[in-house]
């Protein structure tokens, strides 16, 4: 089994950034596949961004292109996504996620592990 913690989430106003981090525990997860998603309020989960097991290649929604970037320590089994620019549009619960698949990470179902979440508020 593999148990995730989310954290760095918090209020930050427009333009600003964030860094959240995914914290892995119970197996190394240095093999998975890992994901960021999020879920605002009434919405379904949308895909963020995603990472392979090496971190040569990631890969991110058109909405958080050029402004988010997903990166992994394998050595701390911790993954992160920063967060720059931030828009009203980017508050959500940002949750993060593992899989052994390497194909399709952008649909959530792919996903065997997730984490709690963490909330960030975009908000002047």
């Known amino acids: 089994q593999v148990q995730l913690v989310e954290s760095g989430g918090g209020l930050v106003q427009p333009g600003g950034s964030l860094r959240l981090s995914c914290a892995a525990s119970g197996r190394t997860v240095s093999h998975y596949s890992m994901g960021w998603f999020r879920q605002a309020p009434g919405k379904e989960r949308e895909f963020v961004a995603a990472?392979?097991?090496?971190?040569?290649?990631?890969y991110y929604a058109d909405s958080v292109k050029g402004r988010f970037t997903i990166s992994r320590d394998n050595a701390k089994n911790t993954v992160y996504l920063q967060m720059n620019s931030l828009k009203l549009e980017d508050t959500a619960v940002y949750l993060c996620?593992?899989?052994?698949?390497?194909?399709?990470?952008?649909?959530?179902?792919?996903?065997?592990?997730w984490g709690q979440g963490t909330q960030v508020t975009v908000s002047s």
């Open positions: 996620a593992a899989t052994s698949r390497v194909i399709a990470l952008a649909i959530p179902g792919r996903y065997d592990y």
């Open positions: 990472i392979n097991w090496s971190g040569a290649n990631t």
